[in-house]
């Protein structure tokens, strides 16, 4: 009862006072948040800065150096040996360019199917198996790359007796590329909402049919842009086809020809006694990191596209 | 004076014009202390009641009741929840689900089901979502397939907006149509009975009626069991009910089941009365 009195007693002009002193102490802590923010802005910029530095002096090397290499023969002839009557006699390097295509198509027929079979397996179950396998492949995409190399060598060039192949290469590459897919399809395939699954099920669907029909279908935007990021890290990849595709000086598709591509004719040009040779590297930089830029630029134009569509 | 009794007669008529299991027809589904737990914790339980043909019965109860749950049990969706399990019997035409010798995807086509958002497939068209039960089945003959489809999408009153676009998108529906073409989806498998799960919450009141008419006509054809938040749309479209309740220790149990003329009107448990009054829940 007593409080309810002094309730009734206050005043009910509010207390101008008291308003001026919050809004003068919040006024200034205000201030004070404004300052701390732009220093926190002007701190993040400066961080941009430095990582950006190293990255636009890359880019600034790489087409300074390169475009001057870059004309049309370079596209479609072999490469030459330069010798002292023509010292600049390079050549193009359209077997280095077959080569990776090629390299890259069939380590993509080897790897996207499994890859993306053993992710939607992981996403669909919860067995051992399926915990083991996930271990491997995490366990593998953090594997140096050059070991496939080796393990492609001792298998296929060495036990196998298949000798410096394309296929050895694409081998290489596949192992590199697979747990990257499988990655990537397990978190697109757990992305699909389980409601879906629940509507397939019920219609009497068994659990297999509904994972090819319901979920792979639903999830295909995310498998597709981790199989396109998959092949533009093979594309650049140096170490696992070093020791087995051959350096092949010929145009060639065939699976079992030795083959040359890109990033290995970077590192054998670049150990190059002629200087016209050693400049050529810069041409071929250029074009294998267009070549890559092409590939995740198409991944994310598909994602994005495919993305306004559902929604 | 003579008003009062003549109240009180009327009532009395009322009350023994209710609906005796006996006259509500052959049963459908027959649930025996059905009770469900999910890694040794019991979510509903003690649920005793048969489904009857050709009615609707609705689960009516407030939340963490077990309805879902245990409407979830009819068509066994438990069975890939991990740690879920399922005791006492259901029986579909006098074939025990779970130890009987039907198998599970048998039992789906039979028991269809129809859930709380509409979830038609997104990547496939209007008549794809249609069809895909009877795809999942292996039904691949064109002629059945359209017929199918056109018969399904006009039980469940879609036929005439959708005719002329069917290869569209499915996600191009608004919610309402959606939630059609999921009923309409479940019906092409002709099933003997249809579960729906809160068929309405994630809809407009006009997209409600729509689907409340529907189920009006469909039980002509099928049995229906539809959970039901809402107490005005169990007393109108239900001919029976069940009432269920959260127990002391968490767990849902069946309350009463009945006509839902006697579980509205004059319940035997107070509890039930209190909740279809609206004194909780």
Not at chain 1, 187 to 206: D, F, H, Q, T, Y
Not at chain 1, 275 to 287: D, N, T
């Amino acid at each position: 009862m007593s409080e309810l009195i002094e309730l009734e007693e206050k005043p009910l002009e509010p207390d101008h006072g008291m308003r001026e002193e919050i809004r003068s102490i919040s006024d200034s802590v205000r201030a004070r948040r404004v300052a701390r923010s732009r220093i926190m802005v002007a701190l993040c910029g400066v961080a941009l800065f430095i990582a950006a530095v190293p990255l636009v002096a890359l880019l600034y090397q790489l087409f300074d150096k390169g475009l001057s290499q870059i004309h049309w023969k370079f596209f479609t002839t072999l490469p030459m040996t330069p010798t002292l009557v023509s010292p600049n006699a390079t050549g193009g390097i359209s077997n280095a360019i077959v080569g990776t295509i090629a390299l890259t198509i069939y380590a993509s027929i080897l790897a996207i199917p499994v890859g993306v079979l053993v992710g939607v397996y992981l996403a669909e179950t919860d067995s051992k198996l399926a915990t083991s396998l996930r271990v491997v492949s995490q366990t593998m995409a953090g594997a140096p790359s050059i070991l496939m190399g080796l393990f492609a060598f001792s298998f296929l060039v060495h036990d196998l007796n298949i000798g410096f192949t394309a296929i050895a290469g694409s081998f290489a590459l596949a192992v590199l590329m697979l747990p990257v897919i499988i990655i990537s399809t397990e978190i697109a395939v757990r992305n699909v909402p389980n409601s879906l699954r629940e509507a397939g099920l019920a219609l009497g669907a068994k659990p297999h049919k509904v994972s090819l029909k319901v979920v792979l279908p639903s999830s295909i935007t995310g498998i597709v842009t981790g199989c396109i990021l998959a092949i533009s890290r093979a594309v650049g990849e140096t170490a696992p086809v070093l020791l087995v595709i051959g350096g092949g000086f010929t145009n060639s598709w065939q699976p079992f020809d030795p083959v040359s591509a890109m990033p290995l004719a970077i590192f054998e040009n670049a150990k190059s006694e002629w200087p016209s040779q050693r400049a050529q590297v810069w041409g071929i930089a250029l074009v294998l990191v267009i070549f890559v830029f092409i590939l995740s630029l198409t991944a994310r134009i598909w994602a994005s596209r495919k993305q306004q569509v559902r929604n | 004076m003579e008003q009062e009794i003549e109240i009180m007669t009327e009532i009395k008529s009322e009350t023994t014009q209710v609906v005796t299991p006996a006259v509500r027809g052959p049963v459908a589904m027959q649930l025996t202390n059905v009770a469900v737990a999910f890694h040794g914790r019991v979510a509903v339980r003690d649920c005793t009641f048969d489904v009857a043909k050709n009615r609707v019965t609705s689960l009516i109860g407030p939340s963490g009741s077990g309805k879902t749950t245990l409407l979830r049990a009819l068509n066994r969706l438990h069975d890939l929840t991990p740690g879920a399990k399922v005791t006492g019997s259901i029986s579909l035409e006098g074939t025990d689900i779970y130890r009987g010798n039907l198998t599970v995807t048998e039992l789906r086509t039979r028991v269809g089901m129809v859930f709380q958002r509409p979830n038609p497939f997104p990547t496939m068209s209007i008549y794809d979502n249609v069809v895909s039960g009877l795809r999942f089945n292996g039904i691949k003959k064109k002629s059945l397939l359209d017929e199918s489809a056109e018969a399904s999408l006009r039980s469940a009153a879609l036929w005439d907006s959708v005719s002329s676009r069917l290869k569209v998108a499915a996600s191009n529906l608004s919610g309402g149509e959606q939630q059609r073409l999921c009923i309409a989806r479940a019906l092409a498998l002709d099933p003997e009975v249809l579960l729906m799960d809160e068929p309405t919450s994630a809809l407009d009141p006009i997209a409600t009626l729509h689907i409340e008419e529907l189920m009006k006509t469909l039980k002509e054809r099928v049995t229906v069991v539809i959970v039901t938040h809402n107490m005005q749309q169990a007393a109108r479209i239900s001919d029976d009910c069940a009432f269920l309740l959260m127990g002391e220790d968490r767990a849902g149990e069946l309350i009463e089941f009945d006509t839902t003329e006697k579980i509205f009107n004059n319940p035997d448990d107070s509890r039930t009365l209190d909740y279809t009054l609206g004194r909780f829940g």
